[in-house]
């Protein structure tokens, strides 16, 4: 009889020991349009309720309709040293729904790199990426080699699928101005605010942050890459000097980059109304749509043809509508006037499409491309637990 028992509770154990270590999440797409390299967010601290043993480490996704093991990642979105999320990422044909075991199991190493943020010196720039489009931002240590006061976003556009930061950088400043079959800078930041820049709004100007002070690469992939930067204060007309914290994170397959600003003012202000907005290029035309709960600004126009330039550039930035107090034009910029409170978060998204890297044919592919982007903010990937265990 002992042995009978023995043997039962062999088969038993691993049942139970499988149990306790997995649940299932169901993600569901709402919206009557496919949704490409979605990344979806599970609270890191419901995982620790139903996985007590899983850790950052000791965590991974796999996809129950193919069975396989998908990139997964453990966040900290604010930097504050606590982790938000699990994020992980599909592909949804309209309306589908997938299911996806969450074990507390060590993950499979990463080969692809999709997404990846740097800091360069001696330049001083914070460069980063996604396997579709690359970006980069000043810091004080440029003026070492280069007078240029900005904190507008550079854009670098990408023909490959595969990281381009540190081997641009590796060719020199000059050659990574052309292109020799990846891409290149074609894109004139300067003292502007570039592809989605931010600056105060008073008077009826901008007045625009130096190049920032700090910075801190918060998170590096396989799904999100984050990182922080802090500029110093800066006269802002009439009023108050003013800082910025800003912090940009950009996820694999994305041409958007999602920022977040915290505004604070020397002195006591109720409001301190601000900008983000987009620069002028020659023969660019500027839209907008107020359609759908996110609004949207875009410039449209072919890149600068110096150094071998080809093709056309969007630029955008996406921003709660009801957020946005004003749409302005200048002579140098499309931008949008929107407010906020003294050390509280605003959020809005930034980025860029090349008709050259394949993903856009022409503007209107961009515009549908703002305009699904804008309902998928407005209608995330719907999760619920089904239950425990595969």
Known sequence: MRTILVAATALVLPFVLSAQASYVVRAENTLALTRTDETIGVAWADVRAKLPSASPAQVRVRDLGSGREIASQVVDNDGNGTMDELIFQATF???????????????????????????????????????????????????KVDSLLSSGLDVWVKRVRTPIVEKWYAKGHDEYHRDTGEGADFFDVGQTLGAGGTAIWRDGKMYRAWNFKSWKIIANGPVRAIFELQYQPWDAGSGPRVTETKRVALDAGQNLNHVTSIFRSESPVNDLPWVTGLVKRPSVVGSESKARPWAWLSVWGPVVPKDGGHGDLGTAVLVPRDAVSEWRENEDHYFLVSHAKPGEPVNYWVGAGWTDSGDFRDVRDWWNYLDQFAQRLAAPIKTSVERAGP
């Open 93 to 143: 044909a309209p309306s589908e729904a997938k299911r996806f075991a969450i074990e507390a199991a060590p993950p499979a190493k990463v080969e692809k790199v999709r997404v990846y943020a740097s800091h360069q010196d001696p330049r001083d720039d914070v460069a980063w990426e996604s396997d579709r489009i690359a970006f980069r931002i000043y810091g004080q240590g440029l003026w």
